[in-house]
């Protein structure tokens, strides 16, 4: 079966961090650009970050930038998202995704996903 493990997520004060991590399963992480989405109750799916295959990041949300940190490490077959100084707004299911159409933020373009991983930031 081919998908993403992702895990990472939990409950966090405004303020702190949380390192997420997704882990490719039946497919090898190297051909792929990877998106972190996220997805907050009652609204759409959303692209955050995404990593080329050349390792080149792209942050498609001007709130996280400079709060977040995308990363792979393809001989692990993993992807990371670090995330400082959360806010509340943060607060959704995260998941991670693989494209070969270059970092699109329509979720329509990823094949391969995880369950999601919740991450929620609240005092």
């Known amino acids: 079966q081919l998908r993403f493990v992702e895990s990472g997520g939990g409950l966090v004060q405004p303020g702190g961090s949380l390192r997420l991590s997704c882990v490719a399963s039946?497919?090898?992480?190297?051909?792929?650009?990877i998106t972190w989405f996220r997805q907050a109750p009652g609204k759409e799916r959303e692209a955050v970050s995404c990593i080329r295959r050349s390792g080149e990041s792209i942050f498609h949300l001007e709130s996280v930038k400079g709060r977040f940190t995308i990363s792979r490490n393809n001989a692990w077959n993993e992807a990371f998202l670090q995330m400082n100084n959360l806010e509340p707004e943060d607060t959704a299911v995260y998941l991670c995704a693989a494209t070969t159409n270059d970092c699109s933020t329509s979720p329509s373009m990823y094949p391969y996903w995880g369950q999601g991983t919740q991450v929620t930031v609240s005092s």
């Open positions: 039946g497919f090898i992480l190297d051909y792929y650009d």
